[in-house]
C-alpha cells in the first residue's frame, strides 16, 4: 500500500508539472479593448470596443531582442516591437499614466489596464496610431492592443488618449512591463517608442487574466497537434498503469 501511495503521489506530481509547463504560453491571448479621449476610465465598454486574439504568449527571450516586422503562427498575426530603431524627432510621447483594476480575488494581480498617453508633435496636426505590448516576467514583446487613427495637435495637453483592456484568458498571473509604440497613419512607418526605461509606470505591473482571477484554477490547453506535453502526458498514463496493475494484481491475492 506504501508503494502504491508513494507511485500515486510520483504521477501527480508529474501531471502537475506538465500542467504548469502549460499554464504559460500554451493558450491563445485574448482581451477586450475600449479607446478614446473621452471616456469612462476603469471600465472597458465605452468609446470604440475591440476584442482582440493574439497568438499565445511568447516566452524565453529578452524583451530587448525582439526584431522589426510581424510575426505570425496559424491564424494569428502580430507586429513586433521595434528594437534598436531611430524615433523621428518630431514625435515623442511626453507622459503617460497607468491605472490597474478589477482583482476579485484580492491578491493584488489586476486583469484591468487603463493606459493614458499624451502623445506630441513639432507639426501643427499629425495622425498617428499606436502598438501596444506586454512583456512577463523580462520576457520578448508582445503585442496586446492597436489602436485607431489617433490626431496629435502639436503639444496640445488636451488630446491624451485613452486605452483601456480587460484580459481575458492567456496572459499568466505575473509581473509585466508595457510598450507603447507610435506609428504614421499614412504610410505605417516607426515614429517613436516609450517604456519601461522611460517610465517606472510601465514596469512591474501585476497582471492575470480574469480566468486565473476569482476561481483560482488556470485554464490548461493541451494543443491536439502534439508536442513535448503531450508525449509527456502519455507516458505519464503508460507508467501509472504499468504501476498499478501489478499493485492491483497482489491486492487481490
Sequence with gaps: MKNLARTIFTVASLVMAAASMAEIGAEPRQSLTSEGTDIERGR??????????????????????ASTGSESQGDWQQRTATIGVSADPNFWIYDVDVT?????DRDGYFWGIDLEFDADTSYGAADVF????????GGPWNEYAETEDITLFG??????????TELVSGYPTGEYDILIELY???????LT???PDDTSELSYLPLEDSTRDSSGNSQVVVNSGGGSLGWLLLFVLLAVRMTLRPQAARLSK
Design 100 to 104: 490597474l483594476f478589477a482583482d476579485a
Design 155 to 164: 503639444t496640445s495637453a488636451f488630446d491624451d488618449y485613452v486605452v483601456e
Design 130 to 137: 499606436a502598438v501596444l505590448y506586454l512583456s512577463y516576467e
Design 184 to 190: 504614421d497613419a499614412y504610410d505605417g512607418s516607426f
Design 193 to 195: 517608442s516609450f517604456g
Design 44 to 65: 472597458v465598454g465605452d468609446g470604440k470596443v475591440s476584442y482582440n486574439e493574439h497568438q499565445s504568449l511568447r516566452l524565453g527571450e529578452s524583451a530587448t531582442s
